[in-house]
């Protein structure tokens, strides 16, 4: 389940900013296949308790620098070229699994992706996956942030 703010979408994609539900706040951005959503809800009821939060809190959606929603290839290249890591899912083969990593290569079918692992250790060589197996794209989330920040911390070292 996604929570969140719609910024765009179109006949086959949506782009997000999600609302973590457990902190109370925006943590990066998700674009989706619309063919793979399966319910949707839209709470506009001022009574909703989330609806509440969002004004106590005064949580409004940001800006996104240009990302492009038109297919997977831009999404892929506009998200790699404005944040340091991409996350994907391929939920039709992998349930709940997240890869996060630098998209090295771009192909018509096919893309590359170094990957990068829950300890900010980086795979020795690119995976390749295809972009009919993709149904999510997560960037600028506090996770995918540290995991870079740790691996550039190690770096300096």
């Known amino acids: 389940k996604e929570f969140g703010f719609v910024l765009a979408c179109n006949d086959d994609f949506t782009l997000i900013q999600i609302l973590d539900r457990s902190w109370y706040k925006l943590d ?17 009821k001022e ?14 959606p940001t800006p996104v620098p240009y ?4 297919c997977w290839h831009t ?11 991409v996350g994907i899912e ?9 890869y996060i990593g630098i998209i090295k290569k771009i192909g018509k079918k096919k893309f590359s992706l170094i990957d990068i692992d829950r300890v900010a250790e980086w795979g020795d060589s690119p995976t390749t996956y295809e972009f009919k197996q993709l149904t999510k794209v997560r960037f ?4 995918i942030k540290t995991l870079w920040e740790v691996s550039e911390s190690r770096k300096v070292k």
């Open 47 to 60: 009574e909703y308790f989330l609806n509440e939060v969002v004004k106590i809190k005064k949580i409004e």
């Open 140 to 143: 600028d989330s506090a996770y």
């Open 75 to 85: 999404i892929l290249q506009t998200v790699n070229d404005n944040f340091n890591l």
């Open 28 to 44: 990066g951005y998700c674009i989706f296949r619309n063919d793979s959503v399966k319910k949707f809800l839209v709470y506009d």
């Open 67 to 70: 990302v492009s929603i038109d």
């Open 90 to 98: 391929s939920e039709l083969i992998y349930k709940n699994k997240l």
